[in-house]
């Protein structure tokens, strides 16, 4: 059982939007520590998508965007493409010294 | 830029103990800056955080997994270790080795993986 609760899977038709949510509580998310999250495509070690919240590294498209409120954040993805299908955690850090993940989202593009 | 490369044996016998290092290159597990992170991914699951060590040594561990885990620093050889012990069918995973900048950042980067099997 993941401390930061996601669905296991969301879909989406090319050019569609979706979102990915990312739940926690008041010890992790909602303490204030922010979220980051990650995209892993199929074989592949994980990549970091977002940083502290909203925040794109270098090379991600801006068709990927993060925000967060209270207790939980979430994962935007604008006009899908075929390569986005991969798993996506979201990860935060706990107040009993943890860093924790969600349990992972596998995106399917249809 | 920072790459990180882990090793060890890929197969481990159950209650024996798992040996992993991770060797860093393009930066220095010396810095302040920085924590180093270990991570591990079951077959076909999720990801779980296993701990991280300080450049002073100081660790953290998953609770989850305290009484089992032990990472160390080798600054000469600018690696970290992890070892495992007791370990189970369980512990089947692909290990990760990654840098973290410390409590609430992200990790990033991370190394390439390596798969740990545990059977007799």
């Known amino acids: 059982q993941s401390v930061l609760t996601q669905p296991p899977s969301v879909s989406g038709a090319p050019g569609q939007r979706v979102t990915i949510s990312c739940s926690g509580g008041?010890?992790?998310?909602?303490?204030?520590?922010?979220v980051h999250w990650y995209q892993q495509l199929p074989g592949t070690v994980p990549k970091l998508l977002i940083y502290?919240?909203?925040n794109r590294p270098s090379g991600v498209p801006d068709r990927f965007s993060g925000s967060k409120s209270g207790t939980s954040a979430s994962l935007a993805i604008t006009g899908l493409q075929a390569e986005d299908e991969a798993d996506y955690y979201c990860?935060?850090?706990?107040?009993?010294?943890?860093?924790?993940f969600g349990g992972g989202t596998k995106l399917t593009v249809l | 830029q920072v790459q990180l490369q882990e090793s060890g044996p890929g197969l481990v016998k159950p209650s024996e103990t798992l040996s992993l290092t991770c060797t860093v290159s393009?930066?220095?597990?010396?810095?302040?800056?920085?924590?180093w992170s270990w991570i591990r991914q079951p077959p076909g699951k999720g990801l779980e955080w296993i701990g991280y060590i300080f450049y002073s040594g100081s660790t953290t561990y998953n609770p989850s997994l305290k009484s089992r885990v032990s990472m160390t620093l080798d600054t000469s050889k600018n690696q970290f270790s992890l070892e495992l012990t007791s370990v189970t069918a369980a512990d089947t995973a692909i290990y990760y080795c990654a840098r973290d900048k410390g409590s609430g950042y992200w990790l990033d980067p991370w190394g390439q993986g390596s798969l740990v099997t545990v059977s007799s």
């Open positions: 990860q935060s850090f706990d107040s009993s010294l943890s860093v924790v």
């Open positions: 393009g930066g220095s597990v010396n810095s302040g800056d920085y924590y």
């Open positions: 008041s010890s992790n998310i909602g303490a204030g520590y922010d």
């Open positions: 502290a919240n909203s």
